[in-house]
T-cell receptor, first 113, second 113 residues
C-alpha cells in the first residue's frame, strides 16, 4: 500500500505562471510533510516543509498548503522559472518514527521559457 | 553546509559479486539512511541507522545489509548482486530530530550485468 502518492508524473507550465504540484497521503499518523527537488545526476535537496498544526507555509516563491481532512498537500510555485524544472518529491514523516520519511513517486516539472 | 559524500558516482558490477557502497557525512548527524530510486517508484527506504552499530530494516531490505562502525560512515552491502538491484542508490543523513529534513548525497548509479 503506497502511503504517499503523487498522481501526476509530469507537469508542464509556461514561465511566469503558477505551478501546482499535488500529493495525497493515507496514513493519519503522518504529522510532518516535506518537499524535495531533484535535478538530474544530483541528490534531492530540501525545499520546504509543513507541520500538521499548520495549513500553510510560505518561503519566497514556494508555498505549501496542507488539508488534513482531505489528507492532501500541494506545492505552489509562483512565478515559475525555467530553473525550477526538476523532479519534485513529496515526503511524509511521523514523530513516532523519527527521521524515517516515506516518499511519493515524484512529479517532473518542466517550465517552458 | 552539510556534506554527504558517496564514494562512487557510477559502478558496474557482475551478477553474484559482493558490492560495497560507501557514504560519509561531515555534520555529526545521528541518523543515516539508504534509499534506492527507480523510475515510477520514487525513493524507497532500504535500511537506516540511528546510532553507531545500530541498524533497522526499511521497506525493501531483502538482498542488502549495512554497516555502521563509525558515526560518520554508513555502508550498504549487496551480498550477491542481481540485475534487479540495478538502480540509483541515495544515502542521506539527519540530526536526531524527527522533523529534520534529509541531506542527500549525489547518488551512486549501480548497474549489475
Amino acid at each position: 500500500d503506497q502511503q504517499v502518492k503523487q498522481n501526476s508524473p509530469s507537469l508542464s507550465v509556461q514561465e511566469g505562471r503558477i505551478s501546482i504540484l499535488n500529493c495525497d497521503y493515507t496514513n493519519s499518523m503522518f504529522d510532518y510533510f516535506l518537499w524535495y527537488k531533484k535535478y538530474p545526476a544530483e541528490g534531492p535537496t530540501f525545499l520546504i516543509s509543513i507541520s500538521s498544526i499548520k495549513d500553510k507555509n510560505e518561503d519566497g516563491r514556494f508555498t505549501v498548503f496542507l488539508n488534513k481532512s482531505a489528507k492532501h498537500l500541494s506545492l505552489h510555485i509562483v512565478p515559475s522559472q525555467p530553473g525550477d524544472s526538476a523532479v519534485y518529491f513529496c515526503a511524509a514523516s511521523s514523530n513516532t518514527n523519527a527521521g524515517k520519511s516515506t516518499f511519493g513517486d515524484g512529479t517532473t516539472l518542466t517550465v517552458k521559457p | 553546509d552539510v556534506k554527504v559524500t558517496q564514494s562512487s558516482r557510477y559502478l558496474v558490477k557482475r551478477t553474484g559479486e559482493k558490492v560495497f557502497l560507501e557514504c560519509v557525512q561531515d555534520m555529526d548527524h545521528e541518523n543515516m539512511f539508504w534509499y534506492r530510486q527507480d523510475p515510477g517508484l520514487g525513493l524507497r527506504l532500504i535500511y537506516f541507522s540511528y546510532d553507531v552499530k545500530m541498524k533497522e530494516k526499511g521497506d525493501i531490505p531483502e538482498g542488502y545489509s549495512v554497516s555502521r562502525e563509525k558515526k560518520e560512515r554508513f555502508s550498504l552491502i549487496l551480498e550477491s548482486a542481481s540485475t534487479n538491484q540495478t538502480s540509483m542508490y541515495l544515502c542521506a543523513s539527519t540530526p536526531g530530530l524527527w522533523n529534520s529534513p534529509l541531506h542527500f548525497g549525489n547518488g551512486t548509479r549501480l548497474t549489475v550485468t
